[in-house]
T-cell receptor
Framework: DAKTTQPTSMDCAEGRAANLPCNHSTISGNEYVYWYRQIHSQGPQYIIHGLKNNETNEMASLIITEDRKSSTLILPHATLRDTAVYYC???????????????FGQGTTLQVKP | DSGVTQTPKHLITATGQRVTLRCSPR?????VYWYQQSLDQGLQFLIQ???????AKGNILERFSAQQFPDLHSELNLSSLELGDSALYFC????????????????????FGPGTRLTVL
């Protein structure tokens, strides 16, 4: 699985958009970008994933650059409850060489401030 | 609701002891993953079971073992405990969501339980 690079920490004002970047310059053509977050000591929570196109769900939007070497997770209106560690993970889809395990990096600690 | 139940929530024990952590995924989920999160190592994959069989191994110590039962619940057994085994232990189930992509591949999403906090004194 491709390695990802994320800033260690970020701050965001409550009510504003939080934009969390992730670099994955060695991503291969069929690897997906996944985002999970972990609110203090809780189990990681799935947010969103994408391959090439931008994706949006009820939690967030995912913007993937055309060359797929980087992506940005957008929380459109951050709240205090969005304070968490956000993990960007790049991995292959299901196949004989991929059992589905997740490789977590250090993630970005997002602090939403009032 | 992640669809994963883990018991106990907290466990305090002494060095040298043995403990068993339990994970119950939602009915029908065949895959179970175990992860360890310690302060110095972060979140690390330990082991995966699929329909009762071990499917993948990560950074799991030989003192640790796991199994998945016919009803698909799983147990993680930790023995000869050391202070460094103090950590959060998470179990995750896998939901296979079919997403159309040109290659027709299947996208995997994992849902994590609330974890068991193990403290070794």
């Amino acid at each position: 699985d491709a390695k990802t690079t994320q800033p260690t920490s970020m701050d965001c004002a409550e009510g504003r958009a939080a934009n969390l970047p992730c670099n994955h310059s060695t991503i291969s053509g069929n690897e997906y970008v996944y985002w999970y977050r972990q609110i203090h000591s809780q189990g990681p929570q799935y947010i969103i994933h994408g391959l090439k196109n931008n994706e949006t769900n009820e939690m967030a939007s995912l913007i993937i650059t055309e060359d797929r070497k980087s992506s940005t997770l957008i929380l459109p209106h951050a709240t205090l409850r969005d304070t968490a560690v956000y993990y960007c993970i790049v991995r292959l889809p299901r196949g004989s060489s991929n059992t589905g395990k997740l490789i977590f990096g250090q993630g970005t600690t997002l602090q939403v401030k009032p | 609701d992640s669809g994963v139940t883990q018991t106990p929530k907290h466990l305090i024990t002494a060095t040298g002891q043995r403990v068993t952590l339990r994970c119950s995924p939602r009915s029908g989920d065949l895959s179970v993953y175990w992860y360890q999160q310690s302060l110095d190592q972060g979140l690390q994959f330990l082991i995966q079971y699929y329909n009762g069989e071990e499917r993948a191994k990560g950074n799991i110590l030989e003192r640790f073992s796991a199994q998945q039962f016919p009803d698909l619940h799983s147990e993680l057994n930790l023995s000869s405990l050391e202070l460094g085994d103090s950590a959060l232990y998470f179990c995750a189930r896998r939901s296979v969501k079919k997403t159309w992509v040109p290659t027709g591949e299947t996208v995997l999403t994992q849902y994590f339980g609330p974890g068991t906090r193990l403290t070794v004194l």
